[in-house]
């Protein structure tokens, strides 16, 4: 079985870099992209997240499911922008240029086309960024840069513990849905919605059941390995920070910095 | 030379029970021996371990009487980060205690804990991959490992913290015979080559004694009942006392009706002094008659050149064809990744086959859906856990007819009936919460049972199971298959259910099917056994030795013999 969007080793210089220096870089990214309706700053983002997703090499397998339901989702998005603010372009531009009349008094403008541009934008910006940031992360790394960025490191271990168990309590949901499904219990479309409701019951409680023994065993397990004796722990994967760590946060806060002036160096974050 | 573990006089009550689960308990373990502990499932022994560990009275607390020492420690007030540094416990559950990522996470994963620097951490990692010969597998992720892999990299991750004491908490419960062999010889390299003293929990006594163990500690209902060494244990009768499989070759033994003495050395076939009880063998092995099975010509499932593969180009089944007769009893057999499951999946249609065809009674079952097949081909889980919704009896029993539309007046009186089949019908009211394993086990099986299926599948009926349980589910089994003409598969790993319960075995190996044959024959072949990850059988050691011929034929009288004894109430 395939599972979708997760940690692939390769050798580029995107998987060398820390776990923290890509979230960070994750982070300041979302932000000017949340901040920025500046469509010059949008496109040049575009193209960078473009660059390093190609730099990555990941391949379009790892997301491909993941990406459709993301463009779904966006595709919804833009469509209920229009439906519910039809005018939002014009409000934010102050202008009105009315292209197609489309039924009573709603026409497509111009503006509105562009502002949802914009927003599309931003998907396209953001999407790269989350794929890239995960199929090259190794979460085993991740947590240990978070542990020496200051996380606590039981906190910080929760995330590689919670992907090693995730296939495992995946495969005990496929073995569980299987059985009771031979017993009568259907969970396909062919169920109404009500019965579906009721029959997941029946695959939930041995899963939950499985599931609390799994971390019986696994608490046990840590525990006759010294998990939690100490306040601080050493990290097999531990990677120090390298120069290219160092230019990647210089390069993000710079150009967040550049970004941010260039968007409100007229008072708005629009651009028109 | 001072014990390095020492029980004196020591009774432990879990906090929740009234009755204390150990008792007097008055037991020396010396540097460098290696223990078996040996006792039927919930006679103590796993609490005797947890003791040993500080997990009792740290984690499971409870009420201790007595002292335990532990390299002059006491357990109970170093905790258990305390003893992880003397005592490595290396758990039953192959997947569970596999915490790391990778396998070199995981052997590290005590290292990190005590903070110990990388530098140190990877010499130390690495030298620990190579006692337990997993330098090749460190970037592996769990699911890239087999069973047995994944156990030695708990072994390797208890070695690198040099503990003075290995201790094993039912090790063999997850493998397969082979892969049980392996690890029995690892730890005896292990300990060969460092200094440890090696405690091994276990009820599969044939399979630890492949090599040699120093002393066995027979626990009975909490107290010991026998500490002797593995020759003169043999020769007793301690252990079909405290319902724990003997090794075939001394059941044999016994039924020809010699008596074993301890210093022909019975703790290994291949180097007992057989000669006084040759002769005595050779006799009973020509009184013996051979036990016949009646099978009819019927055929009820026929899968006819099936192949499989999740990922285009890696085949799991390379066209696997067979035909099951009406009311046989057979094993599906193979290690892990044979395709054992894929196939049974594809039977019950959970997933479908590339090509190939499966014929049910003549008619081909490819347009029935998974719960339409799911009425004539039950499949029962290797855990009940994994079955089991419904907080009672009644309604766990009858799911399967209700959300079918069955009328309630019809359900209950199937249900009645199911539960008397399966001597459930006195607990018929009681929350499932309340019942044993082995009774769970038959509220699953009944559960499959009340929808009339033609064929019942099972995985691993009895994994995990000590000798009582496992003869209380084979038994019930084998009477519902006699008794209702219900044809069983069984997937399955344990050679003794193969032998003794199936009337011929399907060996899957690399996705094709090596044999077809009875049990008899597959286990004294030495080529297919291997190939399937089995072990060849004692009593073919035995027989050879003693100068029978063919050895296969003494397999087959003996099963037949002890079918008799069984019949007739004789043994357990």
């Given at each position: 079985m395939t599972r979708m969007i997760s940690y692939e080793a390769r050798d580029t210089w995107i998987h060398r870099l820390t776990g923290f220096t890509?979230?960070?870089?994750?982070?300041?990214?979302?932000?000017?992209?949340?901040?920025?309706?500046?469509?010059?700053?949008?496109?040049?983002?575009?193209?960078?997240?473009?660059?390093?997703?190609?730099?990555?090499?990941?391949?379009?397998?790892?997301?491909?499911?993941?990406?459709?339901?993301?463009?779904?989702?966006?595709?919804?998005?833009?469509?209920?922008i229009f439906v519910f603010a039809p005018y939002q372009g014009c409000e934010i531009y102050g202008t009105r240029t009315d292209i197609l009349h489309l039924f009573g008094d709603v026409y497509l403008t111009k503006e509105q086309l562009f502002y949802e541009f914009n927003v599309l934008l931003k998907y396209l910006n953001i999407a790269?960024?989350?794929?890239?940031?995960?199929?090259?992360?190794?979460?085993?790394?991740?947590?240990?840069?978070?542990?020496?960025?200051?996380?606590?490191?039981?906190?910080?271990?929760?995330?590689?513990?919670?992907?090693?168990?995730?296939?495992?309590?995946?495969?005990?949901?496929?073995?569980?849905?299987?059985?009771?499904?031979?017993?009568?219990?259907?969970?396909?479309?062919?169920?109404?919605?009500?019965?579906?409701?009721?029959?997941?019951?029946?695959?939930?409680?041995?899963?939950?059941?499985?599931?609390?023994?799994?971390?019986?065993?696994?608490?046990?397990?840590?525990?006759?390995?010294?998990?939690?004796?100490?306040?601080?722990?050493?990290?097999?994967?531990?990677?120090?920070?390298?120069?290219?760590?160092?230019?990647v946060m210089i390069f993000a806060v710079l150009f967040a910095v550049a970004a941010l002036v260039l968007t409100y160096y007229d008072g708005s974050r629009f651009l028109f | 030379m001072d014990p390095i573990i020492e029980f004196r006089d020591f009774s432990f009550k879990y906090k929740s029970q009234t009755e204390p689960t150990l008792t007097?308990?008055?037991?020396?373990?010396?540097?460098?021996?290696?223990?078996?502990?040996?006792?039927?499932?919930?006679?103590?022994?796993?609490?005797?371990?947890?003791?040993?560990?500080?997990?009792?009275?740290?984690?499971?607390p409870?009420?201790?009487?007595?002292?335990?020492?532990?390299?002059?420690?006491?357990?109970?007030?170093?905790?258990?980060?305390?003893?992880?540094?003397?005592?490595?416990?290396?758990?039953?559950?192959?997947?569970?205690q596999f915490i790391g990522l990778t396998v070199a996470e995981d052997i590290a994963f005590a290292l990190e804990n005590d903070a110990v620097s990388r530098e140190d951490m990877y010499a130390k990692v690495d030298e620990a991959a190579r006692l337990t010969d997993m330098t090749d597998y460190m970037k592996h992720s769990p699911n890239e490992l087999s069973g047995g892999q994944k156990q030695r990299v708990s072994m390797a991750g208890v070695l690198v913290d040099d503990v003075d004491i290995l201790l094993f908490d039912e090790p063999l419960a997850n493998l397969d015979p082979a892969t049980g062999k392996y690890t029995i010889s690892l730890i005896d390299d292990i300990m060969k080559r460092r200094d440890v003293t090696v405690v091994i929990i276990e009820h599969r006594l044939e399979d630890v004694l492949y090599k040699d163990v120093d002393r066995i500690v027979v626990?009975?209902?909490?107290?010991?009942?026998?500490?002797?060494?593995?020759?003169?244990?043999?020769?007793?009768?301690?252990?079909?006392?405290?319902?724990?499989?003997?090794?075939?070759?001394?059941?044999?033994?016994?039924?020809?009706?010699?008596?074993?003495?301890?210093?022909?050395?019975?703790?290994?076939?291949?180097?007992?002094?057989?000669?006084?009880?040759?002769?005595?063998?050779?006799?009973?092995?020509?009184?013996?008659g051979r036990d016949k099975a009646d099978v009819s010509d019927e055929k009820i499932l026929e899968v006819k050149d099936l192949r499989f593969s999740y990922i285009e180009g890696e085949s799991v089944l390379k066209g696997v064809s067979f035909d099951v007769r009406k009311g046989e009893m057979i094993s599906l057999v193979g290690q892990n990744g044979a395709g054992k499951s894929t196939l049974s999946s594809i039977i019950c249609g959970f997933i479908k086959p590339d090509s190939g065809s499966i014929l049910l009674s003549g008619r081909?079952?490819?347009?029935?859906?998974?719960?339409?097949?799911?009425?004539?081909?039950?499949?029962?889980?290797?855990?009940?856990?994994?079955?089991?919704?419904?907080?009672?009896?009644?309604?766990?029993?009858?799911?399967?007819?209700?959300?079918?539309?069955?009328?309630?007046?019809?359900?209950?009186s199937r249900v009645e009936e199911t539960l008397?089949?399966?001597?459930?019908?006195?607990?018929?009211?009681?929350?499932?919460?309340?019942?044993?394993?082995?009774?769970?086990k038959r509220v699953t099986i009944a559960s499959i049972l009340v929808m009339k299926p033609e064929i019942m599948i099972l995985d691993e009926p009895t994994a995990g199971q000590d000798y009582r349980r496992y003869t209380e589910i084979m038994e019930f089994l084998k009477r519902l298959n006699e008794d209702m003409g219900l044809t069983i598969i069984m997937i399955t790993h344990d050679m003794h259910l193969m032998l003794e319960y199936t009337d011929r075995a399907l060996v899957l190996t690399g996705g094709r099917l090596i044999a077809d044959a009875p049990p008899s024959e597959v286990l004294t072949d030495k080529a297919t056994s291997e190939a399937a990850y089995l072990k060849r059988t004692s009593l073919y050691d035995l027989a050879v030795r003693c100068g029978i011929e063919p050895p296969s034929e003494f397999v087959q009288r003996f099963i037949g013999y002890e079918r008799g004894l069984r019949q007739k109430g004789a043994m357990p």
């Open positions: 890509k979230l960070m870089f994750f982070i300041i990214w979302c932000i000017v992209s949340a901040l920025t309706f500046d469509t010059r700053v949008l496109v040049t983002m575009v193209a960078i997240s473009a660059v390093i997703f190609a730099m990555s090499r990941t391949e379009w397998k790892q997301i491909s499911a993941v990406f459709k339901l993301l463009m779904l989702f966006m595709t919804l998005n833009l469509f209920f790269p960024a989350i794929f890239v940031f995960l199929v090259t992360t190794d979460p085993s790394e991740f947590a240990a840069s978070l542990n020496k960025a200051g996380v606590p490191y039981t906190f910080a271990y929760s995330f590689a513990i919670a992907l090693r168990y995730i296939p495992d309590v995946q495969d005990d949901f496929t073995r569980i849905r299987n059985a009771q499904e031979a017993r009568g219990i259907e969970m396909s479309s062919k169920a109404s919605l009500p019965a579906r409701i009721k029959n997941v019951a029946a695959i939930i409680f041995p899963l939950l059941f499985s599931t609390m023994d799994r971390i019986d065993v696994v608490s046990n397990a840590m525990e006759l390995r010294g998990f939690g004796k100490k306040n601080k722990r050493t990290w097999y994967s531990y990677r120090r920070p390298g120069k290219s760590d160092a230019a | 007097d308990i008055n037991l020396k373990i010396y540097p460098g021996e290696k223990v078996l502990i040996a006792g039927p499932s919930g006679s103590g022994k796993s609490t005797l371990a947890h003791c040993i560990n500080a997990l009792i009275p740290c984690s499971l409870g009420e201790i009487q007595g002292s335990l020492t532990v390299d002059g420690m006491t357990p109970a007030a170093e905790g258990v980060f305390g003893m992880s540094k003397k005592v490595g416990t290396v758990l039953q559950d192959t997947d569970g626990i009975g209902e909490g107290r010991i009942v026998a500490d002797m060494t593995p020759d003169e244990l043999l020769a007793s009768d301690v252990l079909i006392r405290e319902g724990i499989r003997e090794p075939l070759y001394i059941t044999a033994l016994k039924h020809a009706g010699v008596e074993i003495k301890a210093e022909d050395r019975p703790q290994h076939v291949d180097t007992m002094n057989v000669l006084p009880y040759a002769e005595e063998l050779r006799s009973w092995f020509k009184s013996t081909d079952i490819s347009p029935l859906s998974v719960s339409e097949r799911g009425e004539r081909i039950g499949l029962v889980m290797q855990s009940p856990g994994q079955m089991i919704s419904k907080p009672m009896i009644r309604e766990e029993v009858g799911l399967g007819l209700a959300v079918r539309g069955v009328p309630q007046a019809e359900i209950d008397k089949i399966c001597g459930l019908y006195p607990y018929r009211n009681w929350p499932v919460g309340a019942l044993s394993f082995g009774q769970k």
